[in-house]
């Protein structure tokens, strides 16, 4: 059974930093892109970062220079590290892998974990 959890997720204030972990279990993730989205209340899911089996990396422009994605094979997880948080980067964030290169539509990924609360208050 494939499984995808996430963790890190809290209260921070803005300009805090916050480090979310995906840990991937039941298959390998070597050959996948891993990437996050997040989803505000009364918003659709977004895209906000990923990264291929190869090391190339996705940004979306909002968090652009302020957060950034990693990744360990060896121990299937992948790491969103978030710096300079404001109140509009809260929301619900998704681990998300999908085989081949990376796309910004949810609906390209077949699997998911079941979400983190990220709460930045002003």
């Known amino acids: 059974q494939v499984q995808l959890v996430e963790s890190g997720g809290g209260l921070v204030q803005a300009g805090g930093s916050l480090r979310l972990s995906c840990a991937a279990s039941?298959?390998?993730?070597?050959?996948?892109?891993m990437g996050w989205f997040r989803q505000a209340p009364g918003k659709e899911r977004e895209f906000v970062a990923a990264?291929?089996?190869?090391?190339?990396?996705h940004y979306t422009g909002s968090v652009q220079g302020r957060f950034t994605i990693s990744r360990d094979k060896a121990k299937n997880t992948v790491i969103l590290q978030m710096n300079s948080l404001k109140p509009e980067d809260t929301a619900v964030y998704y681990c998300?892998?999908?085989?081949?290169?990376?796309?910004?539509?949810?609906?390209?990924?077949?699997?998911w974990g079941q979400g983190t609360q990220v709460t930045v208050s002003s």
């Open positions: 998300a892998a999908k085989n081949g290169r990376v796309v910004s539509t949810p609906s390209y990924y077949p699997y």
């Open positions: 039941g298959r390998t993730f070597s050959s996948h892109a």
């Open positions: 990264i291929t089996w190869d090391g190339e990396l």
